[in-house]
């Protein structure tokens, strides 16, 4: 989202504060946005020493995990197309599988239950299931893709790469846009990411930006396994969140266990009810703070600073819950 030059400055001065408090005492989060409204708020008021009410099982310990990278997930090496697509495409029979496609500068639209879309290469071009009233391509599956940018201009007003309800993503890489995946429409079914990359970055238009990895808005239950989500930001160009699955937009539920952020004011947001293991929060890469959470919703909550290298991750600190998840 598009903000003024003094956010930076302060974005670190908060980030410094927020640090310098998880190596001392459990605190509660510096400062949460406006419900509905996007975009994490400075604090207007000194940090409290008072700890969060922590959900009904605490995990303390991290353990080092290696996460997907462009190299690692996506197409397979040395992949061609076996066919090419410029514009649209519909997909309205039930079962369909596509394959070996490029398609450049267009959507897919899954008009039909259990789509599979496998080994596609995305340029320019997005996949949407719901863009019919009434019609659900329920237990779609994108699996060993990638999605890039084409020569095409990219805005602030660009949809998400993926959605909404009832797919699977499955080893799929998502590099250098600046949106990544809706998790919507909960009456297409639930949704699953698994072994993926998504790295979001400022549109080249940036107006009023809105990105995230992974956004929830009428979702329903959502399941992340092994993903990781880098958010980059430029002065005047804010995103929202890697992971933004707040409460007070529909939400219905999640399950994270293995997730890496990087990036955004806060780097984990979450107001549903649900469980989060091994959650990793690149240290220092964040604005505000590593995580804003509706505590009390979970049942289960376990998180780290790391360091990332070619290895892996390096656990450092654990992270208190800490927020309101809005």
Same mark, same amino acid.
Not at 87 to 98: K, M, N, P, S, Y
Not at 262 to 267: K, N, P
Not at 294 to 300: F, P
């Given at each position: ?8 400055? @302060? ?18 989060? /510096?400062? #949460? ?15 409290? #020493? ?13 353990? &080092? ?19 090419? %697509?410029?514009?649209? @495409?519909?997909?309205?029979? &039930? ?17 039909? !239950? $259990?789509? #599979? ?6 340029? *320019?071009?997005?996949?949407? $299931? ?25 805005? !602030? ?25 809706? +998790? *919507? ?24 930006? %809105?990105? !995230? ?36 937009? *529909? ?11 990087? *990036? ?17 929060? +690149? ?6 703070? /590593?995580?804003? +959470? ?31 998840? $809005?």
């Amino acid at each position: 989202m598009g903000t003024s030059s003094w956010r930076s400055p @302060l974005r670190w001065a908060v980030g410094a504060l927020f640090a310098a408090a998880l190596t001392t005492v459990a605190t509660t989060a /510096p400062g #949460t946005d406006p419900a509905g409204s996007g975009v994490s708020a400075p604090a207007e008021s000194p940090v409290s #020493t008072e700890a969060p009410s922590p959900p009904a099982s605490v995990v303390e310990q991290g353990e &080092a995990l290696e996460f997907p990278t462009p190299e690692t997930a996506g197409l397979p090496e040395g992949w061609t197309p076996k066919e090419t %697509h410029t514009g649209d @495409l519909f997909i309205r029979e &039930a079962g369909t599988v596509v394959s070996d496609l490029r398609i450049t500068d267009g959507v897919i639209y899954v008009e039909a !239950d $259990n789509v #599979t879309l496998r080994r596609v290469q995305a340029l *320019g071009s997005r996949v949407v $299931n719901d863009a019919t009233p009434g019609v659900c391509g329920s237990g779609m599956v994108v699996e060993q893709s990638e999605f890039l940018r084409s020569s095409v201009q990219t805005r !602030d007003t660009d949809q998400p790469i993926i959605g909404n309800g009832g797919f699977t993503v499955r080893d799929v890489v998502i590099d250098e846009l600046p949106e990544g995946i809706r +998790v *919507g429409a909960k009456e297409c079914g639930d949704v699953v990411v698994e072994d993926t990359y998504v790295k979001i970055v400022p549109p080249d238009v940036c107006e009023d930006w %809105h990105g !995230d990895g992974i956004q929830g808005y009428g979702g329903g239950s959502v399941t992340v396994r092994n993903v990781r989500i880098i958010m980059q930001e430029a002065p005047d160009c804010y995103g929202t969140a890697p992971f933004f699955y707040p409460s007070g937009q *529909g939400n219905t539920s999640l399950t994270v266990d293995g997730l890496l952020v990087e *990036g955004g004011g806060y780097a984990f947001r979450a107001g549903t009810p649900g469980s989060v293991r091994n959650l990793q929060i +690149v240290q220092d890469a964040w604005g505000y703070g /590593p995580v804003d +959470v509706l505590c009390g919703a979970l049942t289960e909550w376990q998180a780290n600073t790391v360091t990332v290298g070619s290895s892996g991750t390096r656990p450092g600190d654990p992270i208190e819950c800490a927020g309101s998840g $809005n």
